[in-house]
Each structure stands twice: as structure tokens, then as C-alpha cells.
């Protein structure tokens, strides 16, 4: 039985340089993922780092927002998806249709009243040697709200630590926080399974074991938005922003369990 298994896992290996579409490898990536919960008949409004104020009034399934600054024309009107991380922390994303090929996610706690903002963007043509989808991070201030304890801001606390992250029966994968800039992952199981890279990421502390983790790939255009929950219940929940296989853009949900397998512990010289 033992054997038989490995060789339907094998089955699976693509070779070096038959890689997985975004669309591909996404399919059922949301299969363990918290349920969604909507935010109807709640308003939202957040002072951002840099001064502007963006606002939300959502109703079941769509969202009327605005803001002073760059990220939406007022009033615009998007579908909106939202899941309860913690009874006081909520992860909110919304895959735009009032501008093409952008995302707009936001990660609260509405027990310190703050908020980290991420802007995620397909550029128009690939640039080698970068991501083709690039993202913004801010942090802010739920308007209402006390502020307390520390400003969400970029984190060193997930270098050394490696875990595997199960999405569904037939996705597990693995990650290894290299740097405050870089992570390696291995797909164990799935269509990836075989493949690896290095790709850019970007971590942000929002509160006590709680971690936006973002990632941008080099060999194919996609990225990612994460919360990693990474306390008692050992969930992360996330989407995707890129391009298909049939070149047109695409959002995606995602999420699943983690399983900590362990944590480097650099003796001298740390990473970037």
C-alpha cells in the first residue's frame, strides 16, 4: 500500500520545465479554507498611515468604498470576501471590477483597532528579473477605535521557521522564511508537485502570533495575500491575484491548516 501510494503521488511530478499555470495550481486551493461571513449593513473606515482615510459600507455580497487617496475613485462598488480569523480579527479582500487587474485586502484587529492595507497590482508587461505583480503594504487605524499596543509594521519574527501548510487533499506544500525579503517553498503534493522556488515576500506583524505573509513569484505572474494565524488555531487564510494560462487576470481564495516543522536559529550573522 505504502508503494502504491508513492508511485499515484509521483504521478503527479511535473518535469523541469513543465510548470503549472496560476489557474492550475489554484483550482480547490480554498478547499480548507474559514468560512466566509458577511459584513451587511456594517461601515468600515480607516485612517491610514500617510493621512488618507479609506471607507467602506458594504452590503451582502458588494462593497461601496472610497478613499482620498490613490486606490479608488469615490464610490466605487467591488464584490467584497470576508472571513472572521478570530472573534475580534476579520480578513477582507476585494477582487476589484471597478479597475482591472488589482485587488485592495485588509487585515483588522478590532480589539487594538488597527489595520495593515495591501494593494496588489498586475504591471501591464512582464520586466525581467521582477515579479509582474507588485504590492504596497500601509498600516493603519480603525476610525472609532483606540489604538493600542504596537503599529503593525514589517516583522523578522517568521525567519528560520519552516511549515507545511495543507490547502485541501491534494494540496500540502512547504515554506522556509529565509529572509525579511525572501522564501523557499516545495510543492510535496498537488499539480506543483517537484517544483520549488525563491521568490520575494513580505511579512507584517498585526498582533500576538498573528502574520501577514505576501508573496511575489518570479517564474510565473501571481501573488498572494495571507493571515497567518499562527496561535492556538494553526490556520492561514489567503487569496491570489495573477494571470491564467489563457493570459487573462484572475482572483483566487485560498487556506488551509500549518504544521510548525521546526525553527533556525541563526548563531552570528543574521539574514537581510
Avoid at 67 to 75: D, F, K, L
Amino acid at each position: 500500500m505504502i508503494h502504491a501510494r508513492i508511485g499515484a503521488l509521483d504521478t503527479q511530478r511535473k518535469g523541469v520545465d513543465d510548470w503549472a499555470t496560476y489557474d492550475e495550481f489554484a483550482a480547490g486551493i480554498d478547499t480548507y479554507r474559514l468560512p466566509n461571513v458577511s459584513l451587511r449593513g456594517r461601515t468600515l473606515a480607516l485612517t491610514l498611515a500617510d493621512g488618507n482615510v479609506l471607507s467602506f459600507s458594504f452590503a451582502t455580497d458588494t462593497v461601496t468604498w472610497s478613499t482620498n487617496g490613490s486606490i479608488a475613485e469615490p464610490g466605487a462598488n467591488d464584490p467584497y470576501d470576508a472571513v472572521q480569523v478570530r472573534s475580534d480579527v476579520f480578513f477582507l479582500n476585494l477582487p476589484l471590477t471597478s479597475r482591472d487587474r488589482e485587488a485592495v485586502t485588509v487585515v483588522w484587529s478590532e480589539r487594538t483597532g488597527r489595520a495593515i492595507v495591501t494593494h496588489s497590482r498586475i504591471d501591464a508587461e512582464h520586466t525581467d528579473g521582477e515579479p509582474q505583480v507588485k504590492q504596497d503594504f500601509i498600516a493603519a487605524t480603525l476610525d472609532g477605535s483606540a489604538a493600542t499596543g504596537k503599529a503593525p509594521a514589517e516583522s523578522r519574527d517568521l525567519i528560520g521557521k519552516r511549515n507545511l501548510y495543507r490547502y485541501s487533499p491534494e494540496h500540502l506544500y512547504e515554506h522556509v522564511y529565509m529572509s525579511t525579503e525572501r522564501y523557499a517553498w516545495q510543492n510535496l503534493q498537488g499539480v506543483q508537485r517537484g517544483h520549488g522556488d525563491m521568490d520575494l515576500s513580505t511579512v507584517w506583524k498585526l498582533d500576538d502570533a498573528l502574520y501577514l505573509f505576501c508573496f511575489r513569484e518570479f517564474r510565473i505572474p501571481v501573488a498572494s495575500v495571507w493571515l497567518h494565524d499562527l496561535g492556538y488555531d494553526l490556520m492561514t487564510t489567503g487569496i491570489f491575484l495573477g494571470i491564467t494560462g489563457s493570459g487573462t487576470s484572475e482572483h483566487s481564495r485560498a487556506g488551509g491548516h500549518v504544521y510548525p516543522l521546526g525553527t533556525v536559529a541563526y548563531p552570528d550573522v543574521q539574514p537581510v
